[in-house]
């Protein structure tokens, strides 16, 4: 799904991927994104781990990258495609499985602040114990 948007739609900055019952601030999205450089290989969102890959979460959403859409072109052959299907059929989760794939490409996950399972009364806001200080990297 993920090569086939890109294959649709090559010039896209930011491919983001989002379930139905998720949501997303866009303005702080686009605030965010515009911290990093979508002609590199970034791919975002909550890390999570299962066994020995660390993946974006897909209920969270995540975000990847022109850059990193790129880079997983150069590994798309048909040996590793039918590698990868096997190994889907057999795993958990599609996005795990996606994150695999972007780790052969080269590309690992970023975690991001703000992407949350939980509902909007769950989310800590005030700002000085959460927004400064796990924004503060994106600042520099």
């Excluded at 090559?10 to 999205?29: R, T, V």
Aim: net charge negative; aromatic share 16%.
């Amino acid at each position: 799904m993920a090569h086939r948007m890109y294959v649709e739609q090559p010039d896209i900055k930011w491919y983001i991927f989002l379930e139905a019952d998720a949501y997303m601030g866009w303005s702080n999205l686009l605030e965010l994104l515009s911290k990093f450089d979508p002609d590199k290989p970034w791919y975002l969102g909550a890390t999570h781990v299962y066994g020995d890959v660390a993946f974006a979460h897909g209920g969270m959403g995540y975000i990847i990258s022109n850059g990193a859409m790129r880079m997983l072109d150069t590994i798309w052959y048909p040996q590793n495609i039918a590698r990868w299907e096997r190994r889907t059929a057999a795993g958990c989760c599609g996005d795990v499985e996606l994150a695999a794939v972007l780790q052969e490409a080269g590309v690992n996950i970023t975690g991001i602040p703000g992407f949350y399972g939980e509902s909007l009364s769950w989310f800590e806001w005030n700002e000085s114990k959460w927004c400064e200080p796990a924004l503060s990297w994106l600042k520099a």
